[in-house]
T-cell receptor, first 116, second 110 residues
Framework: GAVVSQHPSWVICKSGTSVKIECRSLDFQATTMFWYRQFPKQSLMLMATSNEGSKATYEQGVEKDKFLINHASLTLSTLTVTSAHPEDSSFYIC????????????FGPGTRLTVT | AQSVTQLDSQVPVFEEAPVELRCNYSSSVSVYLFWYVQYPNQGLQLLLKYLSGSTLVESINGFEAEFNKSQTSFHLRKPSVHISDTAEYFCAVRRDKLVFGAGTILRVKS
C-alpha cells in the first residue's frame, strides 16, 4: 500500500525558534498534500492544501506566515512552524493524494511538537 | 459544505461483544465515505471506504460499514471485538476535501 512518512516523529523546541517537519510519499507521487493539526482528544483540523509547484491554500483562521508550507516535489512537502509559541504545541499530521480523481488520502504517522 | 456527526464520544464494550459506532453525515451532493482508526500517538490508518457500488463494505480485520443514503449514515460495526481494537475511530466524508467527525474512542474491556 501507499506509505507516507514524517520526520521527525517528535520534536521539542524553545519558544521563538522555528521547526521544520517533513512529509514524504515513499512509493507514489503525491500531486496533492494536506497538513492537519490535532489537539488532544479532538479531531483533525485541516490547515492547508498544497499542490506540487504551487502555493498552498490555507484554511480560514490559519496564519500562512506562521505555518509555511512548501511542496517542492511530488514526493516531499514541508511544514515550517515559524517563531513557535507554546500554543503551537500539537500533533501535526500530513496526508497525500496519489493523483487527480483519486479520493483516498494516505496519512503519515504524525509529528508531536512541544514548544517550551 | 459537508459535515460529519459521530454520535458517541466513547463506547465501552466487553471483549467478544458486538459493537456499533455511529456516523451521520450532511451533504447536498454525493460524497465518498471513510472510516479511519488511530492508535495512541500514531497517525490515521484507513479502515474502510465507500466510493460506489455495494453499500456494505468490509475491512480485513472484521469491521464492516453500511452506507445508507436515505438516513445519511455510515455506521461501523463489528460482531465480536478484541482488546486490540481499542483505539479512536474517525468517520470522514469527502467531496472537495476530507472532513472528519469528532471521533469515537472504543474501549474494549476484558
Amino acid at each position: 500500500g501507499a506509505v507516507v512518512s514524517q520526520h521527525p516523529s517528535w520534536v521539542i523546541c524553545k519558544s521563538g525558534t522555528s521547526v521544520k517537519i517533513e512529509c514524504r510519499s515513499l512509493d507514489f507521487q503525491a500531486t496533492t498534500m494536506f497538513w492537519y493539526r490535532q489537539f488532544p482528544k479532538q479531531s483533525l483540523m485541516l490547515m492547508a492544501t498544497s499542490n506540487e509547484g504551487s502555493k498552498a491554500t490555507y484554511e480560514q483562521g490559519v496564519e500562512k506566515d506562521k505555518f509555511l508550507i512548501n511542496h517542492a516535489s511530488l514526493t516531499l512537502s514541508t511544514l515550517t512552524v515559524t517563531s513557535a509559541h507554546p500554543e503551537d504545541s500539537s500533533f501535526y499530521i500530513c496526508s497525500a493524494l496519489s493523483g487527480v480523481g483519486n479520493y483516498e488520502q494516505y496519512f503519515g504517522p504524525g509529528t508531536r511538537l512541544t514548544v517550551t | 459544505a459537508q459535515s460529519v456527526t459521530q454520535l458517541d464520544s466513547q463506547v465501552p464494550v466487553f471483549e467478544e461483544a458486538p459493537v456499533e459506532l455511529r456516523c451521520n453525515y450532511s451533504s447536498s451532493v454525493s460524497v465518498y465515505l471513510f472510516w479511519y482508526v488511530q492508535y495512541p500517538n500514531q497517525g490515521l490508518q484507513l479502515l474502510l471506504k465507500y466510493l460506489s457500488g455495494s453499500t456494505l463494505v468490509e475491512s480485513i480485520n472484521g469491521f464492516e460499514a453500511e452506507f445508507n443514503k436515505s438516513q445519511t449514515s455510515f455506521h461501523l460495526r463489528k460482531p465480536s471485538v478484541h482488546i486490540s481494537d481499542t483505539a479512536e475511530y474517525f468517520c470522514a466524508v469527502r467531496r472537495d476535501k476530507l472532513v472528519f467527525g469528532a471521533g469515537t474512542i472504543l474501549r474494549v474491556k476484558s
